[in-house]
């Protein structure tokens, strides 16, 4: 099992800059499959990003694409999200999770993900 702990969200202005990190126990982290996921007020849960094991392959949401970037370091068990030109529809608690590495496609539906963190609050001001 992987336990993560999401920080760095805040309050900032659209335009702005913020960047999430996700700190996981383990030391298995490195066969992990990581993805950031999104949720505001009265709406499902959506994906935002996800990275493979090795940090060789991304996805990402249409609607980040372009603005914001996941990354990891295996070494520091940690995996980040780099989010520039914020806007207020970004609004929203944002989670880390983990699932075992496979084969294919990086998943990046919620429902494909096992362990979750606590999430932790971005708000972009208009």
């Known amino acids: 099992q992987v336990q993560v702990v999401e920080s760095g969200g805040g309050l900032v202005q659209a335009g702005g800059s913020l960047r999430l990190s996700c700190a996981a126990s383990g030391r298995t982290f490195s066969r992990y499959v990581m993805g950031w996921f999104r949720q505001a007020p009265g709406k499902e849960r959506e994906s935002v990003a996800a990275i493979s094991w090795s940090g060789g392959s991304t996805d990402y949401a249409d609607s980040v694409k372009g603005r914001f970037t996941i990354s990891r370091d295996n070494a520091k068990n940690t995996v980040y999200l780099q989010m520039n030109s914020l806007k207020p529809e970004d609004t929203a608690i944002y989670y880390c999770?983990?699932?075992?590495?496979?084969?294919?496609?990086?998943?990046?539906?919620?429902?494909?993900?096992?362990?979750w963190g606590q999430g932790t609050q971005v708000t972009v001001s208009s």
């Open positions: 999770a983990a699932r075992p590495s496979s084969t294919g496609r990086i998943p990046l539906s919620p429902a494909q993900y096992d362990y």
